[in-house]
């Protein structure tokens, strides 16, 4: 099966204050889904999304909760056009956001699940002195050399060609950032993170995630859903499950799943949440790819008139071959 048309689900940091608050003034469903995650989580997140203040929303399961919300909102939008991808996958927390898109569960389900994967990392993450960076100007090669060199640190994020990002114990980081430096990158610096995601250091929480949610009802996936960490298809909700567990403590390759999905037919790509984080990696892989995302609201009414103008266009080229 081509995948003309995939879905791109953000994850942490492409939040922003005032996020969703178009959507929730032009779309009841968008009224619904933010009254619903207050309801569920015990605080309103729609006030933290609207006004902030930015420092509370950039906290880490915050920001979480906050873009799979508006995430699922758009996702909805879509629906209700019957716009539906021919693959969805997430960069990092954004998988959840994707595995809502694929049918995988409700809404509330999905909340709960971002909130506990985010509890138990924010837990794990306390028995150490974690840090992430990002590095600018190096291949993956080189930066996997230097981290190798200096110990106690990962590669966790290959985002562009020239754009990595590493995760490991802080000292480590520190050396890394300065190695980088010194080997010629363009710039190197730590990023807002509170611990070192996508590394070894947190390898303990996927086994507490899946534990945590083996009971829960979930769905066989009824759109394709990728993993950014095996580059493979999760076929079945047990394969979902595992996959959602396995890849806390796992790097996102990112860089090779847009590859894989080019060389798979895809056409058009959509980023599905807020911001245009995504947009702009995919601009830096493959400068040929259709890129198009969602946020502000007014951009998205021109998304669902061109999503619907190319599905249209590959019909008729389905059916006059």
């Known amino acids: 099966m081509k995948h003309h048309l995939v879905f791109l689900y953000p994850g942490q940091g492409s939040q922003h204050v005032g996020m969703g608050q178009d959507l929730y003034q032009a779309y009841p469903r ?57 693959a969805v996958t997430g960069y990092s927390a ?24 985010g509890q138990i990392l924010l837990e794990e993450g306390k028995k150490i002195d974690g840090a992430m960076a990002v590095i600018f100007g190096l291949s993956a090669d080189e930066v996997d050399k230097l981290c190798r060199e200096t110990g ?63 009971k ?18 999760s076929q079945s909700k047990q394969e979902v499950k ?4 396995m890849q806390l403590s796992r790097p996102v390759r990112w860089m090779e799943l847009i590859q894989l999905f080019r060389s798979n037919g895809m056409k058009l790509c959509v980023e599905v949440g807020p911001g245009a984080v995504l947009s702009r990696t995919v601009r830096w892989i ?5 890129m198009m995302y969602t946020d502000p609201a007014k951009r998205l009414n021109n998304v669902l008139s061109s999503c619907q103008s190319f599905l249209e266009s590959i019909r008729e080229t389905e059916v006059n071959q």
């Open 30 to 86: 968008a009224k619904e889904i933010f009254d619903r995650a207050d309801n569920v989580l015990g605080f309103s997140l729609s006030s933290l999304c609207f006004t902030g203040p930015e420092h509370e929303l950039n906290k880490d399961l915050n920001a979480q909760l906050a873009v799979f919300t508006v995430s699922c909102i758009i996702t909805d939008i879509f629906r209700s056009e019957e716009i539906i991808p021919d």
């Open 94 to 117: 954004g998988f959840y956001g994707a595995a809502y898109s694929a049918g995988c569960f409700d809404f509330k389900q999905g909340l709960e699940i971002v909130r506990t994967a």
């Open 152 to 214: 106690e640190i990962n590669v966790a994020i290959f985002n562009t060609p020239r754009q990595i990002i590493v995760s490991g114990i802080s000292s480590s980081v520190k050396t890394v950032i300065k190695k980088s430096l010194s080997a010629g990158a363009l710039d190197a610096y730590p990023l807002n993170a509170a611990t070192a995601y996508h590394s070894e250091f947190v390898s303990n929480s996927g086994p507490r995630l899946l534990d945590s949610i083996q």
């Open 216 to 233: 829960n009802a979930l769905q066989d996936p009824e759109v394709p859903i990728f993993s950014y960490t095996t580059l493979k298809q």
């Open 242 to 245: 595992e996959t959602m567990a």
């Open 286 to 290: 493959d400068r040929n790819i259709e």
